[in-house]
């Protein structure tokens, strides 16, 4: 084999996965206490339109209570689900990103290099779309999860022993329909933000460079362009995220026929209606400053250690070629 040539192969789909989503089992580590605190100011006064009962003041507040009163576990509730959710929604998403923005970008006769914004959001709300599909049951039982508090409780409480529990008691209760539950507000969200996350941070790595800013392989650049697209992510998909926790967390009830339904949603532009006739705007971005704290050092990590997981395994497999 020329090993000039194994360097400079692009990844398969499966190479682009497992490096995907290692990438962001590191990020969701660092990520997930930020994503607990956003997914409790979310539910924080749900439907009220007094605002409710304020458990929580900010985010601070949110992670130093559950802290005290549920320690370590609290703050990292449902990080085995996120675990395995981010290496199938991230794993898709970095993976099946550069095949299918090849793809669309053979359709026009463009060359498979060139970075185009319309194919590249494409490729990336496809597949973000991919990763929300595969990983839906982990995000609902995650959310619920992140949720559910035995001392300072919001919103609907769902207690489970754990991740498998979770399935388990779901599965039961509602059969394959309950594990599908909310996916339509979890493509609508994915979408919104992928569309915007590789492309953004694309663009901004290449103006850095082909500008003299940063050098291409800088830690710098990585840091930089994560930052941009981090924020343009909050911005896209700050709405579609709450209706989601929202839909996910809901309770449900058995109607005649068997099937389950939410109580308080038909789906997630039903819970936006009702979250702004009740909540106002605003009532949209509740945990936007924890989704900040989350998304922020999430998509920085994944996207920075995803180029250096990348970066050393083609170093190692040229080394071996």
Not at 16 to 30: E, K, R, S
Not at 82 to 87: G, L, N, R
Not at 283 to 307: C, E, M, Q
Request: net charge positive; glycine share 10%; aromatic share 8%.
């Amino acid at each position: 084999m020329n090993s000039g040539a194994a360097k400079g192969r692009p990844l398969s789909t499966a190479e682009g996965f497992v490096c995907g989503g290692l990438a962001a089992c590191v990020a969701v580590t660092i990520s997930n206490p930020a994503e607990v605190a956003k997914t409790r100011l979310q539910l924080q006064g749900e439907l009220a339109k007094d605002g409710g009962v304020r458990v929580y003041k900010n985010t601070l507040d949110v992670v130093t209570k559950t802290f005290r009163n549920e320690g370590i576990r609290g703050i990292q509730r449902g990080l085995g689900p996120a675990y395995v959710y981010q290496i199938l929604l991230n794993g898709s998403r970095l993976g099946f990103y550069e095949p299918i923005r090849r793809w669309c970008n053979s359709i026009f006769n463009i060359s498979p290099t060139e970075q185009r914004p319309l194919t590249s959001v494409v490729a990336g709300a496809s597949s973000g779309i991919i990763g929300a599909c595969l990983g839906n049951p982990l995000f609902l039982i995650k959310a619920r999860m992140q949720a559910y508090s035995p001392a300072l409780p919001v919103g609907h409480q769902h207690f489970y022993k754990s991740g498998w529990d979770a399935l388990a008691t779901i599965y039961r209760a509602e059969g394959s329909r309950g594990l599908i539950r909310g996916m339509d507000a979890a493509i609508l969200r994915t979408a919104m933000g992928s569309s915007v996350q590789l492309p953004t941070y694309n663009w901004t790595k290449n103006q850095l460079v082909k500008r003299g800013i940063l050098p291409a392989d800088s830690v710098w650049t990585f840091l930089a362009s994560s930052s941009v697209s981090g924020m343009c992510v909050l911005a896209a998909m700050q709405p579609a995220d709450t209706a989601l926790t929202r839909v996910y967390n809901q309770p449900t009830r058995q109607l005649p026929d068997g099937r389950h339904v939410g109580v308080l949603y038909k789906n997630p532009i039903d819970c936006l209606w009702k979250t702004l006739k009740t909540e106002g705007p605003l009532g949209w971005y509740k945990g936007s400053t924890a989704h900040f704290f989350r998304i922020a050092p999430h998509t920085i990590v994944t996207l920075t250690a995803n180029d250096i997981i990348v970066g050393l395994y083609k170093r190692l497999r040229h080394e071996e070629s």
